[in-house]
């Protein structure tokens, strides 16, 4: 009899630590699994559902600035967007928010036009659209002048 409590001391110390370590795992799991999954999910749904469109780009050479025109469809938490003006080379950043003086974030609704100064970035090709690190939307940037 005492062979075989001696036996069974040794599976029932592995079971138990193979059943801490899967409940150690699905705890873990689940508090990072939201944390993983949701960035993709929301960005994916900003890009394929956008809440602010892009209804024209274009580069005006006199000035030396990006004409945007943008329109909100509905209202929701946005309330940042970043645009990012490229060429092949570069790019140049800039930031909309209520928070900010110069630039205002259009409403529910609104179709806004915005200047962007482009003086460090020759030749402007594309525009995009951002907001919490996702991208919204890509334009390319036509001639204003050739209009």
Known sequence: MSNL???????IIGILIILISIVAITIIWTSIKPTLLSPQNSCLTAELNPEIIIQSACYDQEAQETILVLERKIDSSISEIGII?????????FSCSNACGTCTLLSAGERKTYYLANENLDDPKTLTITSNKCKIQSESIKNCNSN
């Open 85 to 93: 003006i490229s060429n092949s080379q570069e790019n140049e950043k």
């Open 5 to 11: 409590k001696r036996g069974l001391a040794p599976i």
